[in-house]
Antibody
């Protein structure tokens, strides 16, 4: 069974850092680009970042560029999102997702359950 | 990276058909066939319903269909059922920014 399990969410102060992890199982992790999507409380979906299967290409939304870094460890089948210089507006549930093959930056059928990140003083 | 435009809400009675629109620009929806649709229940992760404008993931009901004309994509749900009541989001690749943009979401109410 294909599964994604996020961890690392929690409370951070403005200006602080957090690192999210997404452990994958049930598929050949390195064969798929991976994506982070977030959803602020009561709001819509926002694409955050994406990374190719070999880590050769990474993409970030303008809202997080220069502050967030997406990475992966294919030997551990794990996706990461390093979040620095956090802002109150980064408060959201963060989902990791498997990209659809051939569909640029597009989340597919497999999503994690989400990790809540709260940025507050 | 501007969001795509969706109606805030739509409604329909069981058995009817409804259509949700998703309007973008010539840089996203109009330029690429990378339009997808997601269904989301409260407190749950989104679920992919349509990808590449009009393709359904394996096993998904054929009551759900997608289309595109110019800068506007559409999701049609036929034979509306109570379980279809949820939020729906469209998304599209935008080449200029090398990013993905989502619509603001549409709340579907089954009357």
């Amino acid at each position: 069974e294909v599964q994604l399990l996020e961890s690392g969410g929690g409370l951070a102060q403005p200006g602080g850092s957090l690192r999210l992890s997404c452990a994958a199982s049930g598929f050949t992790f390195s064969d798929f680009a991976m994506i982070w999507v977030r959803q602020a409380p009561g709001k819509g979906l926002e694409w955050v970042s994406a990374i190719s299967g070999t880590s050769s290409h990474t993409y970030h939304a303008d809202s997080v560029k220069g502050r967030f870094t997406i990475s992966r460890d294919n030997s551990r089948s794990t996706l990461y999102l390093q979040m620095d210089s956090l802002r109150v507006e980064d408060t959201a549930i963060y989902y990791c997702a498997q990209q659809i093959r051939g569909q640029w930056l597009t989340p597919g059928v497999c999503w994690g359950q989400g990790a809540l990140v709260t940025v507050s003083s | 990276q501007s969001a795509l435009t969706q109606p805030a809400s739509v409604s329909g009675s069981p058995g009817q058909s409804i259509t949700i629109s998703c309007t973008g620009t010539s840089s996203d929806v109009g330029a690429y066939n990378y339009v997808s649709w997601y269904q989301q229940y409260p407190g749950r992760a989104p679920k992919l319903m349509i990808y590449a404008v009009n393709n359904r993931p394996s096993g998904l009901s054929d009551r759900f269909s997608g289309s595109k004309s110019g800068n506007t994509a559409s999701l049609t749900i036929s034979g509306l059922q109570a379980e279809d009541e949820a939020d729906y989001y469209c998304s599209s690749y935008t080449g200029g920014s090398r990013a993905l943009v989502f619509g603001g979401g549409t709340k579907l109410t089954v009357l």
